[in-house]
């Protein structure tokens, strides 16, 4: 029999990783799940390899196939997986207070997103009390920097050669949002966002749904972190975008402060 190069194995083992932890971020974007078809398309991959790596998944309880809507969800074990990591990532402690603090005083439905990668991920949300809202945003959606307020208020304060990178190679980064967001459109809003310290995203994910986000900095001064407000674009107008504004950078300021061990003002 021949062998193997040396390393053979552990590549085609991390392959298979990176495959699963694909289609498992692929499933966890919205709430009700991505169809067999959908999770082909968007990975690239073969409809046998996906399907035979989904089969996989469920039998170990990390995905779920509702049989009712024919998509594939998350998992129980991926719940109890996220309750244990939690406890090393108490940003729920962190976060909360801020968003209802948010919310309370806008309407409107706020949020906390983490940065992953080139990406930011959505992991908690707290609803506003005005009755009209915008759905675009919830727990477990991705977007490339750059896109929705939460990613442009992170990408803008990135160091300079961190943003060329990403805007040298837009159409790659953006995937599906480039044609709402044309590079020169996202450098004016980094631009603007590091001008006013927070981002305004003026409907381009979804028409007439607006958003605004602010950064919050790690012990390091690094964007990791942005909290953000969504909802119609009404509320949204610029005389109401200085007090919007005003709110986000002080809770933001106040994260900030928590997560560097000093006390905010």
């Not at 046998?48 to 809507?69: C, K, W």
């Not at 997986?81 to 948010?102: H, K, N, T, Y």
């Not at 590079?183 to 305004?200: F, H, I, K, P």
């Amino acid at each position: 029999m021949k062998s193997l190069p040396e390393g053979a194995v552990v590549v085609q083992g991390a392959q298979v990783v990176g495959r699963v932890a694909l289609l498992l971020r692929l499933a966890g974007r919205k709430p009700e799940g991505t169809s067999l078809a959908g999770l082909v398309r968007e990975s690239g991959l073969t409809r046998p390899t996906v399907h035979r790596l989904l089969t996989s998944l469920a039998a170990e309880g990390l995905l779920e196939h509702d049989p009712a809507s024919g998509k594939w969800v998350l998992g129980s074990e991926i719940f109890l997986l996220g309750s244990v990591a939690a406890a090393r990532f108490p940003m729920e402690d962190i976060a909360r207070p801020s968003l209802r603090r948010l919310a309370a005083e806008t309407g409107e439905s706020a949020f906390f997103s983490i940065r992953r990668g080139n990406e930011t991920v959505c992991v908690l949300r707290e609803e506003g009390s005005f009755p009209v809202r915008s759905f675009v945003l919830h727990e477990g959606v991705r977007f490339p920097l750059g896109v929705a307020s939460a990613g442009t208020a992170i990408m803008a304060f990135l160091p300079p050669e961190e943003q060329e990178s990403l805007l040298d190679d837009w159409h790659a980064h953006a995937g599906e949002f480039a044609v709402g967001h044309p590079a020169d459109v996202v450098r004016g809003n980094l631009e603007q966002t590091r001008l006013a310290g927070y981002s305004v995203n003026p409907g381009l994910i979804l028409e007439g749904s607006w958003g605004m986000g602010a950064a919050v900095f790690d012990q390091q001064g690094r964007p990791a972190w942005a909290l953000s407000l969504t909802g119609i674009e009404p509320r949204f107008r610029p005389d109401r975008q200085d007090f919007l504004g005003k709110l986000l950078l002080e809770e933001a300021h106040r994260m900030s402060a928590r997560l560097q061990g000093a006390r905010p003002n």
